[in-house]
């Protein structure tokens, strides 16, 4: 979809941005590659970001072999807590989910969620996610 150019200019704005940020995206993407290898495990997005704006982040970062379009939820309309309503009814009560996220929501949202680990800050150190599986 992009050119040889703006290809080009994005993975460099990438690599500035992990620059930035310790490597998160990285460790992130290494986080959740575990998680989408194990046979009884999924990862599902749960995001305010309209659906398609959404599917083309998730694509830009390079999340799209991690993230199956079926588990990319847009909370825009209906809200988080409706979103993870939907995850409940689709994968049952009785999973363990771990929410990641830094709002609110997240946090309400993984309080209704029998079953869940615990409420993980984006900032988390993404290298300890094996202690929490």
């Given amino acids: 979809l992009l050119g040889p150019a703006k290809r080009e200019a994005w ?8 620059a930035l940020t310790d490597s998160w995206l990285t ?4 986080a ?8 009884n495990c999924v990862n599902i997005l749960v995001t305010t970001t309209q659906l398609i704006p ?11 072999v991690v993230f199956p379009i079926e588990n ?8 988080k807590e ?18 990641i996220g830094d709002g609110v929501e997240e946090e309400q949202g993984s309080k209704k969620v029998r079953g869940t680990k615990q409420l993980i800050p984006f900032n ?7 202690v929490l599986l």
């Fill in 82 to 99: 409706s979103c993870f309503e939907r995850v409940i009814q689709r994968f049952g009560r009785k999973v363990v989910y771990i929410v």
């Fill in 27 to 30: 460790l992130a993407l290494k």
């Fill in 72 to 79: 990319i939820y847009s909370a825009t309309k209906i809200g």
């Fill in 11 to 18: 993975l460099q704005l990438r690599a500035e941005i992990e």
């Fill in 32 to 39: 959740l590659t575990l998680i989408h290898s194990r046979s």
């Fill in 54 to 64: 959404a599917l083309a982040k998730v694509l830009l970062y390079g999340l799209g």
């Fill in 124 to 130: 988390f150190p993404f290298h300890n996610v094996r």
